[in-house]
Structure formats: C-alpha cells, structure tokens
C-alpha cells in the first residue's frame, strides 16, 4: 500500500495552486510513506507526504539531491512543499523486467559517480547500527528460530563507512529510460559502507543469478571511476550481507518471513 493519508484533487490544487492538476493517482508500492502521481494536462510529479517525524532529514535530502542533480545524475529533485505534502519531479522510464549487461554497467556507472560526491573519511555514525540489529536478530530468534540460524552471523558484523550511500537500491527505485539509469527515494540513504550500497543494488539486479559474469562486469565498470576500488571478494561477503540484512528487516519490521525467504 502506497497511501496512508488521502487527498483529494480539489485539496491538491488549492494547496498548489500554480499548477492545476487534473489527475491524482494512488500508489500501491511502498509501506512506509504516502506517495501518489499527480498530472497536469502536460506533465507528471510525484507527491509525497513523510509518515514519519524526519523533518531535519527530508531537508538535507532536498539539499542531497539539488547536489546530485547539478553533478550529473538522473535523480528525482524537489520542486515544492505545502504543509506536509512535497512535490517531486516524475522520472522517466521503467523498470527493467530481464537484466542486462547494460543495466548492470549503468547501475556501476551511477554508484561510481555517487559514491565519487558523497565519499568522505570522517564519516558519522552510520548505517547498520549494532543495536538494531541484535534487537532483531533477538525477535527473529524467539518467532522465527530457522531463520535466526541462518542471520545470527549478522551479530559480528561491522560496517565500515565511506560516505554516504542509498542503501536501498531495489528495482523500484530505479526506472531505466533507454540506458539511463534514474534513481530516486533516497531519503532512508545514511552514511555507510560503499561495499554494501553496491551489494544491495547488485542482489535486486539479480547478481546472485549471474554471480561472475554480473560482478565481474560491474567491478570492470565501478573501478573505473570509484573514489575507492572495490575487491571481488569482499563484494561477493556483502552480497550475503546486503541479503541477510533486508532479510532481517523484512522479518523485524513487517513479518514478511516469504521476502525474508525470497532474500534468502
């Protein structure tokens, strides 16, 4: 489900009402924020309300992703607020159904380039925060005991942090128009290993099918212009990582032991 709050057509427009859109459209993906496409009779944005009490982060976000934008990314940048409610511009393109050699080059092409702006040596506190996940592992431990066994090696692990990463690269946030690559959603994005932004977009792209030929082919790319170079074998661990983590989540935050599975 992609709404939890409602907003009807005559709301929308007179909170914006320099634009005058004609369509609202509800979306059915995501669960943790509200989002819907609304048009005029020549373009399309996304809406967005944050169900969530982040107002500091949707700032340096915004602020993110007006630098991601001006240094060349295909990104989705903000274009107003009212009250709760920001507009997003529409991205063009799809999601990929059958991955190619051409997506996987994109898609190392675009980490490279982000992980370039965003690398930084004195990173913050980052993203997999110990505490979080042994409270996880905890409660998958007392539900759902056969998978705990395969997560509670996650207990030992330490992240090293880079800089800022997306950490959520899944297929649906990214839309390919042609070869371009568009990203968008990063507002769960924290400071973090470049290892684990890259394994999480490589387990959606479906490396784990294709594990030598997919890897080797984005290693080949990434290297080329990453701020650092990235290791074969430390990025085949991560791709376990990066799956046993949103495994993790998945069964931590919703109960979805059939993703977890799916993950697994």
């Given at each position: 489900?992609?709404?939890?709050?409602?907003?009807?057509?005559?709301?929308?427009?007179?909170?914006?009402?320099?634009?005058?859109?004609?369509?609202?459209i509800p979306t059915t993906s995501g669960i943790i924020d509200t989002t819907y496409i609304v048009q005029t009779n020549s373009k399309s944005y996304i809406l967005k309300?944050?169900?969530?009490?982040?107002?500091?982060?949707?700032?340096q976000d915004i602020k993110l992703l007006n630098r991601l934008k001006s240094s060349g990314l295909n990104v989705s940048t903000c274009?107003?607020?009212?009250?709760?409610?920001?507009?997003?511009?529409?991205l063009q393109g799809s999601q990929p159904e059958v991955i190619k050699t051409y997506h996987i080059q994109e898609l190392a092409r675009f980490l490279a380039k982000l992980h370039s702006i965003t690398y930084d040596k004195n990173t913050p506190q980052g993203f997999m925060e110990k505490s979080e996940i042994l409270r996880a592992l905890k409660f998958t431990?007392?539900?759902?005991?056969?998978?705990y066994k395969k997560l509670?090696?996650?207990?030992?692990?330490?992240?090293?942090?880079?800089?800022?990463i997306h950490s959520d690269i899944f297929k649906d946030n990214t839309l390919f128009d042609g070869y371009k690559l568009g990203v968008f959603d990063f507002i769960d994005g924290f400071y973090g290993s470049f290892y684990f932004d890259t394994a999480v977009a490589l387990v959606a792209f479906d490396a784990k099918k294709h594990k030598n030929y997919f890897v080797n082919l984005f290693l080949n790319t990434y290297n080329q212009n990453a701020p650092k170079k990235l290791n074969k074998k430390e990025l085949l661990y991560s791709l376990n990582v990066a799956s046993c983590f949103y495994a993790l989540k998945r069964i931590y935050n919703y109960k979805n032991t059939k993703k977890a599975k799916e993950l697994l």
């Amino acid at each position: 489900m992609g709404v939890k709050t409602h907003i009807c057509l005559e709301k929308l427009n007179s909170l914006f009402n320099s634009y005058n859109f004609t369509k609202i459209i509800p979306t059915t993906s995501g669960i943790i924020d509200t989002t819907y496409i609304v048009q005029t009779n020549s373009k399309s944005y996304i809406l967005k309300k944050y169900e969530r009490d982040i107002e500091e982060k949707i700032s340096q976000d915004i602020k993110l992703l007006n630098r991601l934008k001006s240094s060349g990314l295909n990104v989705s940048t903000c274009r107003d607020k009212k009250e709760d409610w920001y507009i997003y511009e529409k991205l063009q393109g799809s999601q990929p159904e059958v991955i190619k050699t051409y997506h996987i080059q994109e898609l190392a092409r675009f980490l490279a380039k982000l992980h370039s702006i965003t690398y930084d040596k004195n990173t913050p506190q980052g993203f997999m925060e110990k505490s979080e996940i042994l409270r996880a592992l905890k409660f998958t431990k007392n539900n759902f005991y056969a998978h705990y066994k395969k997560l509670e090696f996650l207990k030992d692990y330490n992240c090293k942090n880079d800089g800022f990463i997306h950490s959520d690269i899944f297929k649906d946030n990214t839309l390919f128009d042609g070869y371009k690559l568009g990203v968008f959603d990063f507002i769960d994005g924290f400071y973090g290993s470049f290892y684990f932004d890259t394994a999480v977009a490589l387990v959606a792209f479906d490396a784990k099918k294709h594990k030598n030929y997919f890897v080797n082919l984005f290693l080949n790319t990434y290297n080329q212009n990453a701020p650092k170079k990235l290791n074969k074998k430390e990025l085949l661990y991560s791709l376990n990582v990066a799956s046993c983590f949103y495994a993790l989540k998945r069964i931590y935050n919703y109960k979805n032991t059939k993703k977890a599975k799916e993950l697994l």
